[in-house]
């Protein structure tokens, strides 16, 4: 017996019901981001594999085991995006569009990788996705953590708590790394599979672990905090002033370190106890060193990506009401010659400004008007022989006691207007 084709496990259809939730966010966002000065950019979703090989970093999970990876017809390799920097970075390059000066970039779009699908991590996920590229100072990481702290009470979420840390830079990193790789061989047979893989290749993810039986271990290993240079602990602390003076909370998280290799001094997470163990609706952080290391001139930047689905859970969470402006009219139309006037008169008032519902597929007057009254309009346009022959339309109010008129089509667009 032959199945219907079903959607692949963990790539999810976005209903219209559930898409209101997305159209207003991605609504927000676009005219927060446009207010702090950043312009949007679109990316392909397939970049070659050699990119995230090299920012992401060949030893993470991501890497190592969620990416979809295939040849091209011509042999290349190639990989459906697991994140956005590291192609915002490469087009930054390859167009060159630091010439004139730092830019403030965003995008957004779906990203793909191969994990277990859970509530709020699936295997096509969309991200929004922030850049600020050129900009040195921890100014622009503290105006991205606060402009992420106005989107939460745009959407009027309450419940969570900004964590940051500094991961310092390269040198304080080799230095932390030698020591942090003793003190795991010194606990060799509390590791988990996972640490013990990446003892050698990259211990730092094992301080994100969430492994339960590690947290102890985890806990007391040296912190990387710890081995930061003058500069980075002075970056630290200025951006940690700049916050106060902006009014917001946050907790310094020592075993903070995000997932990709090319970060370095700031790293922030807002993290929610609303989602369980997917608490991370947003994160980011610096990192100065991509630019260069992908081919590009040297440059400092910092960003960050949050989870759409994540954030729309969480809108549901507090009863987030998606505001919807129902049709402001349905044209109903029987006889013939009627669906060419109901075609005209549907397309000015929509050169109007209003929402209009022209029915479609045949149906008595009983069975249109029905169809009317259901689709939430605010009033009804009828137009049958009689409405035909005197160039007139009847108005009904579907949603009010008034009676139904007969009026020029010339009318209609400001009597509605005028009733809103």
Request: proline content about 4%; charged content about 25%; overall charge neutral.
């Amino acid at each position: 017996m032959n199945k219907n084709i079903q959607a692949i496990r963990g790539m999810n259809d976005i209903l219209p019901e559930e898409a209101k939730f997305w159209d207003f966010l991605e609504s927000a966002v676009g005219g927060l981001f446009a207010g702090y000065g950043y312009g949007n950019m679109r990316l392909p979703v397939v970049e070659a594999t050699q990119l995230f090989n090299r920012s992401i970093g060949e030893v993470t999970d991501i890497v190592e085991r969620e990416m979809y990876t295939f040849p091209d017809r011509n042999g290349d390799s190639i990989t459906l995006r697991p994140e956005a920097t590291a192609g915002i970075v490469r087009a930054v390059i390859e167009h060159s569009l630091l010439h004139d000066g730092p830019k403030r970039i965003w995008t957004s779009g779906p990203m793909f990788r191969y994990e277990r699908p859970q509530k709020g991590r699936y295997r096509q996920f969309h991200q929004i996705d922030v850049e600020a590229l050129g900009f040195a100072g921890p100014d622009v990481d503290a105006e991205q953590i606060a402009m992420l702290a106005r989107l939460w009470k745009q959407l009027g979420i309450t419940d969570v708590e900004l964590h940051i840390n500094s991961i310092g830079d390269a040198e304080a990193r080799a230095e932390h790394r030698v020591d942090l790789v003793k003190y795991f061989e010194a606990h060799l047979d509390q590791l988990d599979e996972d640490a013990r893989r990446r003892l050698h290749s990259n211990p730092l993810r094992t301080l994100d672990s969430k492994n339960p039986r590690l947290q102890h271990l985890v806990e007391a290993a040296p912190k990387l905090i710890d081995y930061l240079d003058a500069a980075a602990r002075e970056h630290f602390t200025a951006l940690q002033a700049l916050l106060h003076a902006a009014g917001i909370g946050f907790v310094v998280d020592p075993r903070l370190v995000r997932g990709f290799d090319y970060y370095n001094r700031t790293v922030f997470e807002w993290i929610t106890t609303r989602l369980g163990s997917q608490g991370t609706i947003a994160g980011g952080g610096r990192y100065d060193g991509l630019i260069g290391q992908l081919g590009g001139k040297a440059a400092p930047a910092c960003g960050f990506a949050m989870g759409v689905e994540r954030i729309v859970l969480l809108m549901k969470e507090y009863q987030f009401v998606a505001p919807a402006r129902s049709a402001d009219a349905y044209i109903v139309y029987v006889g013939d010659g009627t669906a060419a006037q109901a075609l005209r008169l549907a397309e000015s008032l929509r050169d109007a400004g209003l929402i209009v519902l022209m029915h479609a597929g045949g149906g008595n007057f009983k069975t249109q008007m029905k169809k009317a009254d259901s689709s939430g309009a605010r009033f009804a346009i009828i137009i049958g022989p009689e409405e035909l022959a005197a160039g007139e339309v009847s108005l009904k109010p579907l949603r009010a006691a008034d009676a139904q008129v007969r009026i020029a089509p010339t009318r209609v667009a400001g009597i509605i207007q005028q009733s809103v």
